[in-house]
């Protein structure tokens, strides 16, 4: 729980998305269950387990999206993954774009 919220919260603020769904996983790697969260509700949450700070994980997007800002080429796919064992992104040149974006993408 404590190291997906992070970005979960940043994603679903930055989208304006009020309420987000997360899934929780045993040791092996199976899901146990699911929660429903107000998106707004999620730092105060995690706050009282001392998880992460707001300021903190918001630094951290915006490292990571002047790093993509500076590192992807127009035109190009790219696939970016918290590689194993979770400990970097790693940013790898696609192939191809998958069709479910790529329709998204016309459709905007």
Not at 32 to 53: C, G, H, P, S
Not at 86 to 107: G, K, Y
């Amino acid at each position: 729980m404590k190291f997906h919220h992070c970005s979960d919260e940043i994603q679903s603020f930055l989208a304006g998305v009020p309420y987000i769904v997360i899934g929780f996983r045993d040791d092996g790697g199976r899901l146990v269950r699911t929660e429903r969260l107000r998106t707004k509700d999620i730092t105060q949450r995690v706050k009282m387990k001392n998880y992460w700070q707001g300021g903190v994980c918001l630094a951290f997007a915006d490292e990571v999206l002047c790093w993509l800002y500076g590192t992807v080429k127009e035109n190009e796919d790219y696939i970016l993954q918290f590689a194993p064992p979770f400990t970097r992104l790693e940013l790898l040149q696609a192939q191809s774009c998958p069709d479910a974006i790529s329709n998204h993408v016309q459709q905007l």
